[in-house]
């Protein structure tokens, strides 16, 4: 895929293990939705080697507890604008109004997420 003018939205979350499978599934969920309304590629990493740092690393910046483990997802558009219409229509699909934040597999508080353009890729 040529990248040069694409956009990323690149997000880091807390998982507990014992609701990685729940999260699995609503990860399926959500990719079939964000690439319903045009994202490109939905992609989600769970940790395999990621250890605390001296100043910041993943796990502190997650606040990870001992029971959970670090997922690193980015969904790429074909640049910011199409990624602002694409977030709008999943925002307004009625898939995503229905769901209730308090039963999410992982804690959206300490969730973050930003926007991104593609410096490089080869």
Not at 52 to 73: H, I, N, R
Not at 95 to 103: Q, V
């Amino acid at each position: 895929m040529q990248m040069s003018g694409k956009y990323v939205d690149g997000f880091v979350v807390p998982v507990p293990r014992q609701n990685l499978d729940a999260y699995t599934q609503l990860s399926e969920k959500m990719c079939r939705l964000w690439k319903e309304h045009g994202a490109l590629e939905y992609i989600e990493c769970v940790a395999d080697d990621v250890k605390p740092g001296k100043v910041t690393s993943f796990p502190q910046a997650v606040k990870l507890e001992t029971d959970e483990v670090v997922v690193l997802s980015w969904i790429v558009y074909e640049s910011r604008e199409y990624r602002d219409r694409v977030n709008a229509a999943v925002m307004a699909d009625a898939r995503i109004k229905g769901m209730d934040p308090k039963t999410m597999p992982f804690d959206a508080m300490r969730m973050f997420v930003g926007g991104f353009k593609v410096l490089l890729a080869m």
